[in-house]
Every structure is written in structure tokens, then in C-alpha cells.
């Protein structure tokens, strides 16, 4: 006989069905469109954000991604309400994640882009934003959730290995740092079994 608690793990462990992570908080944000070729998913981007910047917790980057963030909330959302992006998902510093487009769907977070001599990374990649900034490390609970989200996205998507998983930051240089100096990639991929 087992025992319902021997269960646990299995029901908890993250799955990707369909190109939707299952028994994970799920907002579907406007901000997507078809990829050109849904069998090429071959890249994955870290990115961080924070909003307004430099401050955890709110529900403002659900906003943005959903496009429905209040301009009157705070000053720099005045800025950036209108921006059309989103992120496949966010990891927030208590390690939740939240899925806004289907991994098989083009998310809108890599913006002008290249890897390998190839534009346009949107097309190919999956992309995760860590709420966190350039100032401050992120958790343990952002790192132990981002590995497993990993495992199974290389698992769902055999074509990302470790060597196809880059910042945001290597594929725009010189236009965007993130996920910043505080992203501990050699713990990172520690952290990923694969
Ligand atoms: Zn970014």
C-alpha cells in the first residue's frame, strides 16, 4: 500500500502538457503570437524585472504582461503601460511561478536579439523572467524553482541543453544586462540535472 504522502512529490512535480505547465498559477496574457516553426524551441532566456523597479511583491508585473498596468499606480508606469511584452513565465522571490503563454506560443521578451548569428530569438526561445534586479541576489527559492522549471522544459523541449540556455543579456549585449550580476549561473546549473 502507499501512503498518500509518498504520492505528494509526484502530484507536486512540474509538468509541461500541452505547452502549459499543469497545477501552476496560470494568467494567459494577450501579449503572444504563433512561432514560425513550434518545432525549432531550441533556446532558453533568464531575464529579471521588478516593478516598479526595485520593489518585490506586487501583482504590477502580472499587470504588465497582462497589458493592463495602471499608469496612475506609479510614476514610471507611465513610461512603460503601453509596451506590448510578456515572458513564458516569472519566478517570484518566493519561487512561485506563474505561466503567461503556452511554451509552444511566441512570447514577446527577448526584443531585438541574436544567437549564434541568428535574429529574431523570440522565435525559437522560451523566456523566464526572475522577479529580482542588479542590485540585490535572488533567492534560494527563485534558484530551486527555476531548475526544476528547467528539467522539465529540456525534458518537454530536447533541443535546449545547458549550452542553449543564455541571459538576456548575451543575446542583446551592450542594450540589456540582465539577469544581472547577481545571477549565479554555476549554482544555477547545479541545480539542473541534465
Ligand atoms: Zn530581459
Redesign the pocket.
Known amino acids: 500500500m502507499i501512503s498518500k504522502s509518498k504520492l505528494m512529490p509526484t502530484e507536486t512535480r512540474i509538468k509541461i502538457r500541452n505547452g502549459w505547465l499543469e497545477n501552476t498559477r496560470r494568467l494567459a496574457s494577450p501579449h503572444f503570437d504563433r512561432r514560425p516553426d513550434t518545432q525549432d524551441i531550441s533556446l532558453l532566456v533568464i531575464?529579471y524585472i521588478s516593478l516598479p523597479p526595485e520593489q518585490f511583491g506586487g501583482d504590477y508585473i502580472d499587470d504588465f504582461f497582462l497589458g493592463k498596468l495602471d499608469p496612475s499606480q506609479h510614476s514610471y508606469f507611465e513610461n512603460i503601460y503601453q509596451i506590448r511584452v510578456s515572458a513564458h513565465c516569472l519566478i517570484n522571490r518566493k519561487g512561485l511561478i506563474t505561466q503567461y503563454v503556452n511554451f509552444n506560443d511566441r512570447a514577446w521578451?527577448a526584443g531585438q536579439s541574436e544567437f549564434e548569428g541568428r535574429e529574431k530569438c523570440n522565435d525559437f526561445s522560451i523566456g523566464i523572467e526572475l522577479e529580482g534586479s542588479n542590485l540585490q541576489p535572488f533567492t534560494e527559492a527563485q534558484y530551486n524553482a527555476l531548475g526544476r522549471l528547467t528539467e522539465e522544459i529540456m525534458r518537454a523541449y530536447p533541443l535546449i541543453n545547458k549550452a542553449r540556455i543564455v541571459g538576456?543579456c548575451d543575446i542583446a549585449p551592450g542594450r540589456?544586462i540582465?539577469p544581472g550580476q547577481y545571477f549565479d549561473w554555476e549554482r544555477y546549473f547545479s541545480l539542473v540535472d541534465a
Do not use: A, L
Open positions: 531575464h521578451h538576456h540589456k540582465d
